[in-house]
């Protein structure tokens, strides 16, 4: 940004807000609630507030900006309840967040946001539409932070988590996704607990290794789905890069750091990675490590990769028991009539037919 360019409430915290505004006179206070105003409130710079004079909120006015997305699109599915969001932001391209609705408990009623980090994604997985993609951008931190803003300003239930499973690779945009795990977590911003952010990565190891040595507070999971350097590569081109030996001395650095129980996902294929032998090489590859797998069933819309079975997938479950020992847990995977599953994200409106859909 240059001395040029407006300041984005969304980009900065209020300790943030704090330090680019205190040239025109905006203490640690006055950031929180200006920060509070924006984040949660008016939506703006107020015209009026107590205690604070029209001079010195017209200069916070001029000097700031408070950017918002253009949503091109809501689609919700009849089926499960949820929601596919399609934005456009300051930059080339479209890209799309998921409102995952956790109703299962009355009187608790909640919204977790899936978000984008970027437009598109460069990693290439073979079963991703986004992967198909190819990468186009980086988004920005308030569009991140939006995102999130947009949904909540949309909803009839508190938004009380968020993840970093939409569009594009967290770690690869790392600055910006850290930057809006921080503006998400600020009680002046959108206040949510940081141990409700989860970070989902395909096994960029230095974003794994930055983020284990700057002690984040957020949940972190790991996308196996193959437990064999051969396999893994067919399915996953980072393998090239990062290989399996090397991403799990980060895991078990991670834990060591942490002593948290890693999450690995594991994208269920029928017939490719559900058999005896991928659960033994999990049991070998995770030896003396406290895993949660969690597993998910494949949705690709070209029809290349099916989901198993559900006697294939009992059987996995049961090898998994028998060899890994550790607790596994089957992720459900909603709004795919809208292809808002994951791995179907693709930023594009889906077909209407006999979806509701609101512009």
């Not at 992720?331 to 994951?342: F, I, L, P, Q």
Request: charged share 25%; glycine share 8%.
């Amino acid at each position: 940004m240059t001395e040029t360019e407006p300041i984005r409430f969304k980009d900065h915290t209020a300790e943030g807000l704090h330090r680019v505004l205190a040239h025109l006179g905006v203490d640690a206070r006055l950031a929180r609630r200006l920060q509070a105003a924006v984040m949660q409130k008016v939506g703006h710079v107020p015209e009026q507030m107590p205690e604070v004079s029209r001079r010195r909120l017209d200069e916070v006015r001029r000097a700031t900006t408070v950017p918002r997305l253009e949503r091109v699109e809501k689609v919700v599915s009849p089926k499960d309840g949820f929601a596919k969001y399609l934005f456009r932001g300051e930059g080339d391209g479209v890209f799309e967040a998921v409102r995952i609705p956790l109703m299962h408990r009355p009187g608790d009623e909640k919204y977790i946001v899936c978000v984008s980090s970027q437009v598109g994604c460069a990693m290439g997985c073979v079963f991703c539409a986004t992967g198909r993609m190819g990468f186009q951008r980086n988004l920005a931190t308030w569009e991140i932070v939006d995102q999130v803003m947009h949904i909540r300003d949309d909803s009839d239930h508190p938004v009380r988590g968020v993840v970093f499973m939409g569009m594009g690779e967290p770690m690869l945009n790392y600055d910006r996704v850290l930057r809006a795990c921080e503006v998400m977590c600020d009680p002046c911003g959108l206040a949510i607990d940081g141990r409700a952010i989860t970070i989902s990565t395909v096994g960029i190891v230095p974003g794994i290794r930055r983020f284990t040595a700057e002690k984040r507070p957020h949940r972190l999971i790991v996308s196996l789905t193959a437990a064999d350097s051969d396999k893994r590569r067919r399915l996953f081109p980072v393998e090239e890069v990062h290989p399996l030996p090397e991403l799990m001395d980060a895991i078990r650095e991670y834990h060591a750091a942490t002593g948290q129980r890693v999450t690995l996902a594991w994208t269920a294929l029928q017939g490719i990675n559900t058999g005896e032998e991928d659960a033994r090489q999990i049991a070998e590859l995770t030896a003396g490590l406290p895993v949660r797998i969690d597993l998910i069933d494949v949705n690709d819309a070209t029809g290349e990769f099916s989901p198993p079975t559900m006697e294939e997938m009992r059987a996995f479950r049961d090898a998994l028991t028998e060899h890994v020992g550790m607790p596994i847990a089957r992720r459900y995977s909603g709004g795919a009539d809208v292809h808002g599953a994951c791995g179907m994200l693709a930023g594009r409106a889906v077909e209407r037919g006999n979806l509701h859909a609101d512009p």
